[in-house]
């Protein structure tokens, strides 16, 4: 199946233009796992605290993978990498769950517009996927210089922990420093709540406002500190000795939850007939470029096995050829895939993409779309032919679609591609990015030439002359600006994406979160919206 174009020098020059933006991203992520920054991370070791990470590398199984989610959210903002807070999955014991850690590193771990925003986000993933979810809570509450953005929206916090429960999906909450202000119904509103002797500080309002507001003294342990909750409030359900009890004590509710999977166990799977290693020898470093998504399929898809004669069974191979689909298994998980080839989307490959949707919504199968699509085809012939309500069919057929979607940004995702393969409007379960996609409304160039025809056009309408050098200055301009608006590090920066990935993890990425969708039922429907003939 596979052909890596092994003309001289295109494997190197693609690895190299790969692993250069490689060492790029881990410097980037490098800056959420910094924190706040040497100086406070010293002064927290200092005081006998752990950080965020290491909380959670004890919390999770031993030897399990922890699937950190929106690592570069604030990326290009004002605020710190990461937005003070850690969120993602993790297996305790034997059971997969949403983790959120606050970083206390950065700001005493008070929340600012991008930490809402990525709270948010895990809680729509638990939600969608029926996780328990643990709060390791250490925050000062809101970042008060921002708190116009953040005290509407943050009331959902709230709302979500309470419909958690109201769902039967757990929520427990270990306390290791201080819980104030709306903070302090994080372990209010949990099902299970553990707090650090000497160290969990939980109360609406610390010592210095209760002065103001009531003119009474009190001091931290009087009144929210962690003995004071399990024996006199009753707000604390277990008192841990330290941070390590108090994880110990977390490992042990979520191992008396009787927790079960919905869907069965997978099947026995080999691994992919070709090393996921030589995915960086594929994509060339030119999106323009076109390569065939069959070979990135081999590279993450299950091999050959016993019960699984083919790997991947394409669906219409000679139909719609810029669109692949097909049949495969992953991590010994049934999934349909559809894959951009040529970039642009026809009529054919709307419809077929269309067809084979339903399909997938009839059998209960996930689906994973893999990116890389400048969008429509446009132009009179295509117009004259359907192309809007072969699209919208598409875009329909996504949009009704109930099994749960994958999405991965392999290359472009422009214009209206990005909806029809199912984008982060279209509220995929999972979607992530390699660092080399880039994703906008139309490529740099293309929309700069769009940008001067209309200023040509308004000219000669007007009967003035056109300045060609200011409308080269202007053409330079927004595909400088377009460019870097449309590189993954600016798009997971604003969460519209949960992680810019190695594509040579993408095999465990998707298995992780195909395992996690099997939490909970998987069920297609047979109610879409009007099609168009």
């Known amino acids: 199946m596979t052909a890596i174009d092994s003309e001289a020098g295109t494997e190197g020059d693609r690895r190299e233009h790969l692993l250069a933006k490689l060492a790029d991203l881990d410097e980037q992520h490098a800056k959420a796992v910094a924190g706040g920054g040497e100086k406070y991370v010293a002064r927290h070791h200092e005081r006998g605290k752990l950080l965020p990470r290491e909380r959670i590398e004890l919390l999770i199984d031993e030897g399990s993978a922890f699937l950190e989610l929106s690592p570069l959210a604030g990326w ?74 953040i005290f509407i929206p943050g009331g959902k916090v709230f709302r979500d922990l309470t419909r958690a429960s109201a769902r039967r999906q757990p929520t427990i909450a270990l306390v290791f420093g201080n819980a104030t202000a709306g903070g302090a119904y994080v372990p209010g509103l949990s099902d299970y709540t553990v707090m650090v002797k000497e160290q969990a500080k939980v109360f609406l309002a610390g010592p210095p406002l209760v002065k103001m507001a009531t003119g009474e003294d009190t001091d931290d ?125 026809f009529s054919e490959e709307a419809q077929k993409a269309t067809q084979f949707i339903q399909l997938a919504n009839s059998s209960d199968t996930p689906l994973l779309f893999l990116h890389n699509t400048t969008g429509y085809m446009v132009g009179a012939e295509y117009e004259q032919g359907g192309i809007i309500k072969h699209g919208a069919a598409m875009i329909n057929a996504v949009s009704n679609s109930t099994v749960p979607h994958l999405s991965v940004l392999i290359g472009a995702s422009y214009g209206a591609g990005n909806y029809g393969m199912n984008g982060r409007a279209y509220d995929p379960r999972f979607l992530f990015t390699w660092p080399n996609a880039k994703s906008a409304v139309m490529g740099p160039a293309q929309l700069a030439g769009v940008l001067s025809i209309v200023s040509r056009a308004a000219a000669e309408a007007k009967g003035k002359p056109f300045d060609e050098e200011a409308d080269a200055g202007m053409r330079a301009f927004v595909e400088q600006m377009v460019e870097e608006q449309s590189l993954p590090y600016v798009l997971s920066g604003m969460l519209y994406d949960d992680g810019v990935i190695d594509p040579r993890d993408t095999r465990t990425v998707l298995g992780i979160c195909l395992s996690v969708i099997d939490t909970a039922p998987v069920a297609g429907t047979d109610r879409f919206g009007v099609f168009r003939m």
């Open 76 to 149: 290009g903002s004002d605020f710190t990498v990461g937005a003070s807070v850690v969120t993602g999955i993790g297996v305790v014991e034997g059971v997969e769950c949403m983790i959120t850690a606050n970083d206390p590193t950065v700001k005493g771990g008070a929340s600012n517009p991008w930490t809402l925003r990525k709270t948010f986000r895990a809680a729509q993933i638990a939600e969608e996927n029926g996780l328990p979810s643990i709060s390791l809570v250490e925050s000062a509450g809101a970042d008060l210089p921002t708190q116009k953005e």
């Open 221 to 345: 342990e009087t009144l929210g500190g962690a003995e004071m909750h399990a024996r006199t409030s009753g707000l604390a359900d277990y008192l841990a000795e330290d941070e390590r009890d108090a994880i110990r004590i977390g490992r042990r509710i979520v191992a008396r939850l009787n927790w079960r999977k919905a869907s069965p166990e997978p099947t026995a799977y080999a691994e992919p007939a070709y090393d996921p290693d030589t995915l960086l020898d594929l994509i060339p470093a030119d999106l323009k470029e076109p390569f065939d998504p069959r070979e990135v399929i081999a590279r993450i898809v299950d091999g050959p096995s016993a019960g699984n004669e083919v790997a991947f069974d394409e669906f219409k191979p000679l139909y719609g050829a810029s669109l692949v689909t097909g049949w495969a298994r992953l991590h010994g998980r049934p999934i349909g895939i559809l894959a951009n080839a040529q970039g642009v989307l």
